[in-house]
């Protein structure tokens, strides 16, 4: 699939880090179209928490999609401050 060849996913995203970087370990984002977000986060451009780990050569995983969620779900959410209940991967899902 190509840069250009992909469907579009609007929604909120969670990225979970191979290994955390100093407190962080997950990113919570929102983008119109997920998978071209998340492909700019594995080229290090971007969110700055994303490039820095890029930087750093920490590989990350999509951990979850709410699909169809917006700016508001993304604020509640990174309200919570509990990523890591958010993420099956932490979970062992």
Not at 34 to 62: D, E, M, Q, S, T
């Given at each position: 699939m190509?840069?250009?060849?992909?469907?579009?996913?609007?929604?909120?995203y969670?990225?979970?880090?191979?290994?955390?970087?100093?407190?962080?370990?997950?990113?919570?984002?929102?983008?119109?179209?997920?998978?071209?977000?998340?492909?700019?986060?594995a080229?290090?451009?971007?969110a700055?928490?994303?490039?820095?780990?890029?930087?750093?050569g920490?590989?990350?995983?999509?951990?979850?999609?709410?699909?169809?969620?917006?700016r508001?779900?993304?604020?509640?959410?990174?309200?919570?401050?509990?990523?890591?209940?958010?993420c099956?991967?932490?979970?062992?899902?």
């Amino acid at each position: 699939m190509t840069d250009h060849e992909h469907a579009h996913v609007t929604g909120v995203y969670l990225l979970h880090f191979d290994r955390p970087l100093a407190h962080a370990q997950h990113y919570l984002g929102w983008s119109s179209d997920v998978p071209k977000r998340v492909y700019a986060h594995a080229k290090g451009n971007g969110a700055r928490l994303p490039a820095a780990f890029r930087a750093k050569g920490i590989g990350f995983v999509v951990a979850r999609v709410w699909e169809g969620g917006d700016r508001t779900l993304e604020r509640r959410l990174k309200q919570r401050k509990g990523a890591r209940a958010l993420c099956p991967v932490c979970r062992g899902e």
